[in-house]
Antibody, heavy 118, light 107 residues
Framework: QITLKESGPTLVKPTQTLTLTCTFSGFSLSTRGVGVGWIRQPPGEALEWLALIYWDDVKRYSPSLKSRVTITKDTSKNQVVLTVTNMDPVDTATYYC??????????WGQGTTVTVSS | DIQMTQSPSSLSASVGDRVTITCRASQGIRNDLGWYQQTPGKAPKRLIYAASTLQSGAPLRFSGSGSGTEFTLTISSLQPEDFATYYCLQHNSYPLTFGGGTKVEIK
């Protein structure tokens, strides 16, 4: 059974850097074709894709956030880390990580809510 | 970027109704599309992948069709637990893009 869980701060100040960790089980990020991605959802708004990292360390980013977002993996710990620099109140959202295969993203974590406020 | 235009943005329906939601891609994406259901405060849950394949565990009343640029999610007989927001997601090319969502409400 594939499970993912996001963790990190619930409150960050404007201009700070957000670091979120996705800890997963039920699959290996060293398996060919597998990836872990991040999306977010501002309150009352639609889903937005942010970044993806694959088993071979290929990384993909949303163009709108590419200059601020970094995704890394620690295969031995079954973790993927997302960092977002220069946080702004518009970055207030629930952040989800998900398991990706050739057939898309099949499972998302429960999400973690991040508020940006001074 | 591939734009996913989802319609309608909301609809009101009754239990037992047949409901259809559409996603249109700004360029061809083969069948690289999934449909997700999201209830308030919960993570999205995939119902359909590869445009028309039912996710294991998803109810049989959900079906998907389409290829290329036009895709449809159909709920054959709406049940109380189906009142939620539905999203399509294309993974044919980067950036991955979601439709804007369809909120299905009780009439």
């Amino acid at each position: 059974q594939i499970t993912l869980k996001e963790s990190g701060p619930t409150l960050v100040k404007p201009t700070q850097t957000l670091t979120l960790t996705c800890t997963f089980s039920g699959f290996s990020l060293s398996t060919r074709g597998v990836g872990v991605g991040w999306i977010r959802q501002p309150p009352g708004e639609a889903l937005e894709w942010l970044a993806l990292i694959y088993w071979d360390d290929v990384k993909r980013y949303s163009p709108s956030l590419k200059s601020r977002v970094t995704i890394t993996k620690d295969t031995s710990k079954n973790q993927v880390v997302l960092t977002v620099t220069n946080m702004d109140p518009v970055d207030t959202a629930t952040y989800y990580c998900g398991h990706k295969t050739y057939y898309g993203v099949d499972v998302w974590g429960q999400g973690t809510t991040v508020t940006v406020s001074s | 970027d591939i734009q996913m235009t989802q319609s309608p943005s909301s609809l009101s329906a009754s239990v037992g109704d047949r409901v259809t939601i559409t996603c249109r891609a700004s360029q061809g994406i083969r069948n690289d599309l999934g449909w997700y259901q999201q209830t308030p405060g919960k993570a999205p849950k995939r119902l359909i992948y590869a445009a028309s394949t039912l996710q294991s565990g998803a109810p049989l009343r959900f079906s998907g069709s389409g290829s290329g640029t036009e895709f449809t999610l159909t709920i054959s007989s709406l049940q109380p637990e189906d009142f939620a927001t539905y999203y399509c997601l294309q993974h044919n090319s980067y950036p991955l893009t979601f439709g804007g969502g369809t909120k299905v409400e009780i009439k």
